[in-house]
């Protein structure tokens, strides 16, 4: 099932609904294995840094979506348990 997000999440940004592209994923898991922030951003997505944004920044929006998704993917995981023990 895709995830769905409450809109009562109060940190989620505007426009931080839609899931990363390929390009924004693999500059996330660049700097994971090491890769300077801006280094990747500029290599793997570098049609995000525009509009004065910085690398840390793209790479922070990609960071709290995953984190969101895994948060509520988890969330509805232990409710279906929940519900199965009835």
């Known amino acids: 099932m895709a995830p769905r997000f409450d809109s009562t999440d109060d940190t989620a ?6 899931f ?3 390009s924004e994923l ?3 898991r660049a ?6 922030t ?5 290599r793997y997505a ?7 944004k910085s690398a840390r920044a793209v790479l922070g ?3 709290r ?6 948060r509520l993917a988890c969330a509805q995981e232990r409710g279906e348990r929940h519900e199965s023990l009835r």
């Open 13 to 18: 940004d505007e426009g931080d609904s839609t």
């Open 65 to 70: 979506f995953l984190q969101r998704a895994a």
């Open 31 to 36: 700097v994971a294995e090491g890769l300077d």
């Open 20 to 22: 990363p592209d390929a």
């Open 61 to 63: 929006r990609t960071r």
């Open 26 to 28: 693999a500059a996330f």
């Open 46 to 52: 570098p049609h995000l840094l525009g509009d004065g």
């Open 38 to 42: 801006r280094v990747a951003v500029e």
